[in-house]
């Protein structure tokens, strides 16, 4: 049994993964950079081991540290969190090989739906719908414009071995490809060390709907609903809901069931999410797998009552799911708010030190948070400070519980884009669940309007 776990991240995920840690009865070790040494997860941690420099290819990233520390605090495992190694394939060998277990799927499997193209084929094998793009990577600008013609304008163009919004550019007309090729083939290499690119047909007003999944060593696979996830900013997701409100019963049963089926079919074990764009008429179709805890987990544990992350752990520990299929009820409406260091008008980050800082409290309200007080926000990582949660008996009542806890969030110092995301929580649009992948673009006038107002 799993006694001893090093978390392989930072922030608020560390301090998650540490908190489910605790009831369990399992030791936490925490690893961190020279720019968080006075951070609130080390702290909380049974053991904290500097690794490195600020740079993330120096600390965070570094395997052979990390494994290193491992080793000499004795840990039966890793937790590699969301971002960083998470979806490591070389990082979950490693663990293999110095006979740590990771927590999460195998390398292979890591591999398999880390690659857009590779996915997409065993989606298809599977049954699975997906959008119409290319069949194999694009290595060139030349390629790209080729591959665009027979797709069809506009495009999504989205680097191979990538996430998180990078490396991805919607294009609209073959003038504008070659330069987005070049540039998000650049960035791609530079973050994943992959170049290769991507393309997939670009769906008008779809949403970004995804199905948890849980699956463990024994054959047992079982989804926990939907999550809205279609507000977004630079392809990144600010804003999320548990459950959907557009989708109809009959869908969401059936995307549920396609999920597990295409789990199933790859033998997939741990939590991992199949994400859906969903189109006016709500057919569904296969977007991408992430093979790990996702960042807004949250929402759906608080409708489906459910630990992701102690079930994360006991599959680890090679246990079976302790629930099956119908015991998996939703109760209730989630919605979650990334709070980030960013200024509110131009989403660009804006680090600095936090002078003041506040949380909303209440029965329904759940912060997860990487600080506790005064503290440095640096340049080096990720600029998401926390993440705001609420839960209502439905969703009228969980936007009202939201906009309040918003409302009373203090947070000074730095720049902050608690001011977009009242303005999205109090625009009409939202409150009526009008909430397509370009909301934000769509409402730019209006909410800059709203955000003028609060600054």
Do not use: W
């Not at 809901?241 to 989708?247: L, M, V």
């Not at 869908?251 to 991992?272: F, P, Q």
């Not at 102690?310 to 919605?335: D, T």
């Not at 303005?423 to 006038?445: L, M, P, R, V, Y």
Request: aromatic share 6%; hydrophobic share 40%; glycine share 6%.
């Amino acid at each position: 049994m799993i006694q001893k776990i090093l978390i392989a991240n930072r922030g608020e995920i560390a301090l998650r993964i540490m908190r489910a840690c605790r009831p369990l009865s399992i030791k936490t070790v925490a690893v961190y950079s020279e720019a968080d040494q006075e951070a609130d997860f080390v702290n909380y941690a049974d053991e904290s081991y500097l690794i490195g420099t600020p740079p993330v290819n120096q600390s965070y990233l570094d395997t052979d540290k990390i494994i290193e520390v491992a080793k000499k605090a004795g840990v039966d495992a890793i937790h590699p969190g969301y971002g960083f190694l998470s979806e490591s394939k070389l990082f979950a060998n490693l663990c293999e090989a110095n006979d740590i277990i990771f927590i999460g799927p195998s390398a292979d499997l890591i591999e398999q739906m880390g690659d857009k193209v590779s996915s997409r084929k065993l989606m298809e094998e599977a049954g699975v719908p997906i959008i119409p793009g290319s069949k194999d990577v694009i290595l060139t600008a030349e390629d790209a414009i080729i591959e665009a013609k027979a797709i069809g304008y506009p495009v999504m163009l989205k680097a191979s071995a990538g996430g998180g919004g990078i490396g991805m550019q919607i294009v609209s007309d073959p003038d504008n490809l070659k330069e987005a090729f070049i540039n998000n083939s650049k960035r791609a290499e530079q973050f994943f060390g992959d170049g290769s690119m991507f393309m997939e047909k670009l769906l008008v007003n779809s949403r970004h709907i995804e199905v948890q999944l849980l699956g463990d060593h024994h054959g047992n696979v079982i989804h926990l609903y939907e999550r809205e996830c279609s507000i977004q900013r630079r392809n990144q997701k600010v804003i999320e809901e548990a459950p959907s409100t557009f989708i109809s019963e009959k869908t969401r049963e059936l995307m549920g069931k396609t999920a597990v089926k295409a789990a199933k079919s790859i033998g997939y074990t741990n939590a991992g999410t199949i994400e859906f764009l969903v189109d006016e008429n709500e057919n569904f179709y296969f977007l991408e797998m992430n093979t790990r805890v996702q960042v807004e987990h949250g929402i759906t544990e608080e409708v489906t009552h459910i630990d992701i992350v102690k079930e994360q752990i006991k599959i680890a520990n090679n246990q079976k799911l302790s629930i099956s299929q119908s015991e998996v009820n939703l109760s209730g409406h989630a919605i979650e708010g990334r709070i980030y260091a960013e200024d509110p008008v131009t989403s660009f980050p804006s680090p600095g030190q936090v002078t003041h800082y506040r949380e909303p409290v209440g029965k329904h309200i759940r912060v997860e948070s990487a600080i506790s007080g005064p503290s440095a926000i640096t340049h080096f990582y990720d600029p998401m400070i926390s993440k705001l949660i609420v839960k209502g008996s439905d969703r009228n009542e969980a936007i009202k519980l939201f906009q309040d806890a918003l409302e009373s969030y203090e947070l000074k110092g730095i720049k902050t884009n608690i001011p977009m995301l009242k303005a999205i929580a109090q625009s009409e649009e939202f409150i009526n669940g009008k909430t397509t992948t370009d909301f934000i673009e769509k409402n730019k006038t209006k909410l800059h309007e709203i955000i003028q107002e609060e600054l």
